[in-house]
């Protein structure tokens, strides 16, 4: 019988109460558990629904340890029962992931043959221009770390701690665990239950300073 999943808080707590947590019980994540916040993670949207990001799954302690190495050591990612290696791959735009979205969406009913004509047309052109994004790396970014977060704030409610690092090096990373040369390393991320205390909260900068208002630098009010 599946074991039905329900959160132990809601959303507003989930967002107040996650917190960077840099020490982990070795505890295991239950397999059903991690299983619905990995589903939840990736309900995350991306442009075109594209999907561009890939995960490792490193439950290993054998791992655990190599990717420590490539970490500078972060107790966390030697203590945490799950490290993801959350990567963003440039081949997203590939006629053949097109293609893979188009079959989802047709299987769903929620993609017709216009638009997925309007999808094999468009996509590669926008991918030429990049309008909106710099390098086709940032474009993996971008949306692998929309996922991310997702997958913080998801853990959080079900009361599993997380997370995230950029301190690692990427091209140890990728050696390390035969990422492919066209696959970006976005960002590791612990999940497991934190050895609480969390280092004190660090505060938010006022909505008056990253909030602005119809035009860049204008204040914002509400
Ligand atoms: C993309 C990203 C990279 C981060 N890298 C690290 C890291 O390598 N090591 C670490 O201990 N914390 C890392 N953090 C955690 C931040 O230090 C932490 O989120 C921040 O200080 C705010 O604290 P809070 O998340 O507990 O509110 C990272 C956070 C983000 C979002």
Redesign the pocket.
Known sequence: MPVEIRPSMGLQDAIKQ?????AFHSNAIPDALLEEILTLGVRAPSGFNLQPWRFIVVREQENKDKLKAC??D?Q?VGQAPVILICCGDRKAASQENIEAVIELGTDLEAINDKYADYMRNSIPSFFENMPSFGSQEAWTNRHT?IA?AHIMIAAKSFGVDS??????VATQVKAAFNIPEDVDV???LALGFAKEP??E??G?FALDKVYFGESYGDKFII
């Open positions: 996650r917190r960077a947590a840099r970490a500078f972060q966390q770390m991310v997370c995230p690092m950029e301190g690692f976005c960002c590791l969390f280092k909260y660090g938010r």
